[in-house]
């Protein structure tokens, strides 16, 4: 059964997340304008809750509105916003992490053979934050920072792209 359109108005949020995540599944343009159109009044906690349900049929369309949350207040929305993002493998933040790890790519020939390298970047670009790229590590992070700056563009590009 359908649900009551006024939960999206005064439902919990868990009633929400129900409500988008019905939505999603039968009019996924609907259920994305109406996000779009409440997470300025929402608070972290339920634009990250509610986020989550745009992997639901998750398509190009969406690119548009899950970019603009790269630059949301939350560090987790930002996180789901770029995870989400990694997963379409034609969109503009894909396409800006094979152009961070292409420079590092190299293609060596060793004496009969070709041996693909790839070394980490020498430095944390300065336009990477507002794509959830973190500089710095947690300090239970075994890898260095260059490693771990490529690990995380490594990890955004669906093996497909």
Same mark, same amino acid.
């Given at each position: 059964?359908?649900?009551? @359109?006024? !939960? ?25 304008? %109406? ?22 049929? %998750? #398509? ?5 509105? !899950? ?12 996180? !789901?916003?770029?995870?989400? %993002?990694?997963?379409? @493998? ?12 292409? @420079? ?31 500089? #710095? ?19 955004? !590009?669906? @093996?497909?792209?």
């Amino acid at each position: 059964d359908p649900p009551d @359109p006024q !939960i999206w108005e005064t439902g919990t949020l868990e009633q929400r997340r129900h409500f988008i995540a019905w939505t999603r599944r039968r009019d996924p343009a609907q259920a994305r304008t %109406l996000l779009s159109a409440a997470m300025g009044e929402m608070d972290a906690r339920e634009r990250a809750r509610l986020l989550e349900t745009m992997r639901m049929g %998750l #398509s190009a369309d969406d690119e548009d509105v !899950i970019e603009s949350l790269l630059r949301d207040r939350s560090k987790d929305v930002r996180q !789901i916003a770029a995870d989400l %993002l990694a997963m379409l @493998p034609d969109s503009r933040y894909v396409q800006r992490m094979i152009e961070r790890l292409a @420079p590092g790519l190299k293609n060596e020939r060793k004496l009969l053979r070709r041996k693909l390298t790839l070394e980490p970047p020498e430095q944390f670009g300065a336009d990477w934050k507002p794509d959830a790229l973190e500089e #710095s590590r947690a300090q239970s992070e075994p890898l260095g920072d260059r490693a771990w700056w490529l690990y995380q563009i490594a990890r955004a !590009i669906p @093996p497909c792209a």
